[in-house]
């Protein structure tokens, strides 16, 4: 099975701080992924990677940065917190095999800033 | 520009009946559809998947059927489960884009009573 854990299930920060999330997945995929959610807009897909130090911007990436060292791991950065980036963020990895895209979930980060 | 569009909030179903979940898309270079159920406080995880080169794909208790020409899929739950309640969200994918990333809809909250 596909294992896409993320480092903290709930997080408080302060306006202004730096905001490291991290994510590991263990099958090798290429690709991974770093979502928003918020009630009634769904996902938003804010950066993704299809490669080690490779990152493209998603739909919403203003006020996130990313990195990707190693291909198992990729982290959004929030280099300063504002109270509108409360929300659920959610990490995702796929293999494109060029026929499907299914992309794996890691539990979330619950994220509140104050 | 919402390219996919889960237009029911919410749909209640009691225990034993079927569950129709439906999801609408604009974008015709859509090619591969997904759909995801999410618990509270969890990740998503992918329950079924269809490519366009077929019109239906049929796993357990779920089926989702897909009419190219409408732009139009719906997932089918039957019979439906308490278990079953969640939030399930429509996604989809063009292939040939080169980038596997995924459009969501806004989710549909299923409550199914026993």
């Known amino acids: 099975d596909v294992k896409v854990t993320q480092s903290s299930r709930y997080l408080v920060k302060r306006t202004g701080e730096k905001v490291f999330l991290e994510c590991v997945q263990d099958?090798?995929?290429?690709?991974m992924f770093w979502y928003r959610q918020d009630p009634g807009l769904g996902l938003r897909l804010i950066y993704f990677?299809?490669?080690?130090?490779?990152?493209e911007k998603g739909d919403i990436p203003e006020g996130y940065s990313v990195s990707r060292e190693k291909k198992e791991r990729f982290s959004l950065i929030l280099e300063s917190a504002s109270t509108n980036q409360t929300s659920m963020y959610l990490c995702a990895s796929s293999e494109f095999s060029g026929q499907t895209d299914t992309q794996y979930f890691g539990p979330g980060t619950r994220l509140t800033v104050l | 520009d919402q390219q996919v569009k889960q237009n029911s909030p919410s749909l209640s179903v009691q225990e034993g009946r079927i569950s129709i979940l439906n999801c609408d898309y604009t974008?015709?270079?859509?090619?591969?559809f997904l759909w995801y159920k999410k618990y509270p406080a969890e990740g998503p995880t992918f329950l079924i998947s269809?490519?366009?080169?077929?019109d239906k794909n049929e796993d357990g208790r779920f089926t989702v059927f897909l009419n190219k020409s409408a732009k139009h899929l719906s997932l089918h739950i039957v019979p439906s489960q308490p278990g079953d309640s969640a939030v399930y969200f429509c996604?989809?994918?063009?292939?040939?884009?080169?980038?596997?990333?995924?459009?969501f809809g806004k989710g549909t909250m299923l409550l199914v009573s026993p």
């Open positions: 974008n015709s270079m859509f090619d591969y």
């Open positions: 990677s299809y490669d080690v130090k490779m990152k």
């Open positions: 099958m090798d995929h290429e690709n």
């Open positions: 269809i490519s366009s080169i077929k």
């Open positions: 996604a989809a994918s063009a292939t040939s884009s080169g980038y596997s990333t995924l459009t």
